[in-house]
């Protein structure tokens, strides 16, 4: 009898901690998905512009990246780059990506949250993404001559405006030395250039190949030659940054396409720039979705990361400096608004 209960007490014991063992192999399922396990479908908006630097997004809902990493990417196309900011940190998107600008760290330093996660345009040495252009026939000659002219930017505050302030540090000058011209538009700055209004003009690809083309500017010194320049981001709301099953997929579709893109069309031979495998793809995907000729998208294909990843440092050197140039508020910790490891991963998972 004795003999009997005590099978049967074994049998319950082993019975409950069964059940607690599948209770808790469950939970951890629903935590993280385990190998062989379908990830959770998720959808993601993504605001963006229709430019050339938001090629790998195009790539990768174009050629179903982001469809097998189960993320529905949905493209919200945006008028300007402000907005999207602004709808990133409120969560009306899930990923913004545009230009960083003063705007954007101000934002920050009042109290929105958004984080920079990947690139999505850079200056990098021998790469032509943008330039300080001169008139033609202008006498000047280098950046040093430029002390009491005008320069041509976009905006105050904008990416143009601290090329601009850089460049002239660089060389022994400061904004003081320079009166800025905001004229609102990249379209705005070639007239300005051509009407000779400026004495010089920031401007990006594939624009300076059209002024130099036409005849009526010339390059003066290639942003990337003179210095590194993370110039736009990839942003995540602080909802998808806080899903880091989703965020991590998402960033592994992202790699994939830079590394399309960064192959097609940023392969070097003998020190110059060659078409890859695919470039003939990648640029009609390009102009399928910024309404361009597929001429003038190979006019200029800004340098992206072949992995993606940030110039960390220079999100804090550009702090930094608006902050000196009292552009924003306040310095804020780039800490705060950096996240480097969840790409780090992504692309660990990714592989070679």
């Not at 101000?106 to 990947?118: D, F, P, S, W, Y």
């Not at 942003?223 to 998402?250: C, H, W």
Request: aromatic share 6%.
């Amino acid at each position: 009898m004795k003999k009997s209960a005590s099978i049967l007490l074994s049998a319950a014991l082993a019975l409950s901690l069964a059940l607690v063992g599948c209770g808790k192999s469950e939970e951890d399922q629903a935590a993280s998905p385990q190998a062989g396990q379908a990830s959770e479908a998720v959808k993601v908006d993504i605001g963006m512009l229709k430019l050339t630097s938001s090629a790998p997004l195009f790539i990768g809902i174009e050629k179903g990246f982001f469809k097998e990493e189960n993320i529905d990417a949905q493209a919200k196309w945006f008028e300007a780059a402000q907005p999207i900011a602004v709808a990133t940190a409120a969560g009306s998107v899930d990923v913004g990506a545009t230009g960083i600008t003063a705007s954007l760290y101000n934002m920050v330093a009042g109290g929105q949250k958004l984080v920079i996660v990947a690139d999505k345009g850079r200056e990098q040495k021998g790469y032509s993404s943008s330039a300080l252009l001169f008139p033609s026939d202008s006498p000047l000659k280098s950046i040093e001559e430029l002390k009491g002219k005008k320069i041509g930017i976009t905006q105050t505050g904008s990416t143009y405006h601290y090329m601009a302030g850089r460049l002239l540090e660089k060389h022994g000058l400061a904004l003081s030395d320079v009166q800025l011209v905001p004229l609102n538009s990249i379209k705005g700055l070639m007239e300005a250039l051509k009407s000779k209004q400026v004495d010089a003009i920031l401007l990006n690809e594939p624009n300076i190949s059209t002024v130099v083309q036409e005849g009526y500017g010339k390059v003066i010194a290639q942003v990337g030659d003179e210095m590194d320049y993370q110039t736009s981001g990839i942003f995540f709301s602080p909802k998808l940054a806080d899903n880091k099953d989703a965020s991590e997929r998402f960033l592994k579709a992202y790699a994939k396409a830079t590394r399309y893109y960064y192959d097609a069309v940023l392969t070097k031979k003998d020190g110059k720039i060659v078409p890859g495998a695919n470039y003939d793809e990648v640029v009609g995907i390009i102009a399928k979705y910024t309404d361009q000729e597929p001429d003038m998208i190979k006019k200029g294909l800004p340098y992206i990361d072949r992995d993606g990843k940030l110039l960390e440092a220079d999100i804090k050197t550009q702090v930094e400096w608006y902050a000196k140039e009292k552009l924003i508020d306040k310095a804020i910790d780039t800490t705060e608004i950096v996240n480097t490891q969840l790409l780090d991963e992504a692309v660990q998972k990714l592989g070679k």
